[in-house]
């Protein structure tokens, strides 16, 4: 116990760090490159990739379209016609149970996704604009954009 008191004055006068300064142009840098980051992974998780796919249209105007879902959705933006109805195809190859459904909130429509398997859903857009897609947990997202 002595020695502990004895050294406690000599730990409080020496630092365990010490700060280094930096110029000012490492600073700049560091904030910017931590910014651009910032908007990188901004853009990755929230912005649109691209155009879309656009869905093929079958017997009687029927607008069909397969997704792969392993690891996210493939195609994940969906071009689609107003009015006409849709049938979209999820092939879940994805052990991974974030995929295991998928929840269309504008249609109010929930989808079970079985893995390994084909399972289908009809939809139909009844306006244009975007119709969000996505896991049940809200990670994996995709748009069916109807025009």
């Not at 656009?54 to 933006?77: H, K, L, M, N, R």
């Not at 107003?82 to 249609?107: E, K, M, N, W, Y």
């Not at 989808?111 to 947990?137: N, Q, V």
Request: aromatic residues 6%; glycine residues 10%; negative net charge.
């Amino acid at each position: 116990m002595t020695l502990h008191l004895a050294l406690t004055p000599l730990l409080m006068a020496t630092p365990l760090w010490r700060t280094i300064p930096q110029p000012l142009a490492l600073q700049v840098l560091v904030v910017v490159v931590g910014l651009a980051l910032v908007v990188a992974e901004l853009w990755w998780f929230l912005g649109r990739h691209g155009a879309g796919v656009e869905a093929s249209e079958g017997e009687q105007g029927v607008q069909e379209i397969t997704i792969a879902v392993d690891g996210g959705y493939s195609p994940s933006q969906i071009r689609v016609k107003v009015g006409r109805p849709v049938i979209l195809r999820f092939h879940r190859t994805d052990p991974s149970g974030c995929v295991a459904q998928v929840i269309f909130p504008d249609f109010q429509r929930t989808l079970d996704l079985p893995l390994g398997a084909t399972t289908s859903i009809e939809l139909l857009p009844s306006r244009p604009g975007p119709y969000p897609f996505h896991c049940g947990m809200n990670m994996v997202r995709g748009s069916l954009e109807a025009e």
